[in-house]
């Protein structure tokens, strides 16, 4: 199986969440997980909602040391 992991080093969950949102528009349905791992977890937990409106399959706000196999 294949994974790619990509980094968003530039944009910001609080004043960039329209730009990552359109960006999980404009890959159409074509990711199956992804991890809200910045921001404030009620923030963070409000963004992962978004994207799963989205048609992500899985998006995971992971609790501090919670580890994940991919």
């Known amino acids: ?4 992991v990509v980094v968003f ?10 730009g990552l949102l359109d ?4 890959v159409d349905g074509h990711i199956r997980k992804a991890f809200v791992v910045h921001g404030a977890e009620d923030q963070s937990l409000a963004l992962a909602d978004h994207m ?3 048609a992500i399959d899985e998006v995971i706000v992971p609790e501090l040391g919670e580890g994940f196999e991919v």
């Open 23 to 26: 960006y999980f528009k404009a």
């Open 52 to 54: 799963r409106k989205l």
């Open 1 to 4: 199986m294949n994974a790619e």
């Open 9 to 18: 080093n530039a944009l910001s969950a609080h004043a960039d969440k329209n």
